[in-house]
């Protein structure tokens, strides 16, 4: 499976940005799909993720009620809406498929996903 981000940038504080995961090679429809980021200097963090048919989805507490996760699984594609943007949350987008259980649910932790893309910048200025 290959994962490519898109939809990064640089964006005011209250401003919003709608992210795109690409996946090629084969179909991610059967499988959960997770966003990660990393700001410079910190570890890896988990943002959403959203179960193979998107009948569940979880976000981060410190996105939750800003960010929302969803899929397209005819376009093999899977999104993360970013609205209310903060300075804190610049970083590096990742997104993530974990393709060891078929028709999964949500997983929050980034050993749990076997494929990632290369990431995407989003800056937000205050």
């Known amino acids: 499976v290959q994962l490519v981000e898109s939809g990064g940038g640089l964006v005011q504080a209250g401003g919003s940005l709608r992210l795109s995961c690409a996946a090629s090679?084969?179909?991610?429809?059967?499988?959960?799909m997770g966003w990660f980021r990393q700001a410079p200097g910190k570890e890896r963090e988990f943002v959403a993720t959203i179960s193979w048919n998107g009948g569940i989805t979880y976000c981060a507490d410190y996105v939750k009620g800003r960010f929302a996760i969803s899929r397209d699984n005819a376009k093999n594609m899977v999104y993360l809406q970013m609205n209310s943007l903060k300075p804190e949350d610049t970083a590096v987008y990742y997104c993530a498929a974990e393709t060891d259980t078929y028709y999964g649910g949500i997983y929050y932790q980034a050993g749990d996903y076997d494929f990632w893309g290369q990431g995407t910048q989003v800056t937000v200025s205050s």
């Open positions: 090679g084969r179909t991610v429809s059967v499988y959960a």
